[in-house]
């Protein structure tokens, strides 16, 4: 029998959990980073059809990004079924990536990690206010 611990399951614990792991990469404190992660922890990049097996790989991948980022936490909510949810943006080299990420856990820690990454990029030259009318605006 295991001995929770106080709060692992408590949805302000895990949040606050999630945001260590990013305020972990942008420091790029990787040891930090591995000490939130199962030993089995799985991470899932849909968007490119990968899939990271480990503690050890998933803070390899990140820590082998080439230099020059920078990130910023936006938002960490709670889900309805005990996996939180984060927004993050990365600004590098004048691109702007968006993060979307859900965290699963087992205990106190994350055991697995899905993330879509997107681009900051224009919309396409066809939407424009003049050809789709009232109420579309460029922000």
């Given at each position: 029998m295991?001995?929770?611990?106080?709060g692992e399951n408590d949805t302000e614990h895990r949040c606050a959990l999630v945001r260590a792991l990013w305020a972990h990469?942008?420091?790029r404190d990787?040891?930090?980073?591995?000490?939130?992660?199962?030993?089995d922890a799985v991470m899932h990049w849909p968007v490119t059809r990968e899939r990271f097996e480990g503690g050890d790989l998933i803070v390899?991948?990140?820590?082998e990004y080439?230099?020059?980022w920078t990130l910023a936490v936006k938002a960490v909510d709670a889900l309805a079924d005990g996996r939180v949810h984060a927004l993050v943006e990365?600004?590098?080299?004048?691109?702007?990536?968006?993060?979307?990420?859900?965290?699963?856990?087992d205990g106190?820690?994350?055991?697995?990690?899905?993330?879509?990454?997107?681009?900051?990029?224009?919309?396409?030259?066809?939407?424009?206010?003049?050809?789709?009318?009232?109420?579309?605006?460029?922000?």
């Open positions: 295991t001995t929770a611990v106080r990469v942008q420091a990787w040891a930090g980073m591995r000490a939130l992660l199962h030993d390899r991948v990140n820590s080439p230099e020059g990365v600004a590098q080299d004048g691109v702007t990536y968006f993060n979307h990420s859900r965290c699963r856990f106190a820690r994350i055991a697995e990690i899905t993330e879509h990454w997107a681009t900051g990029d224009a919309p396409p030259a066809w939407r424009t206010a003049e050809h789709l009318g009232t109420g579309y605006r460029r922000v």
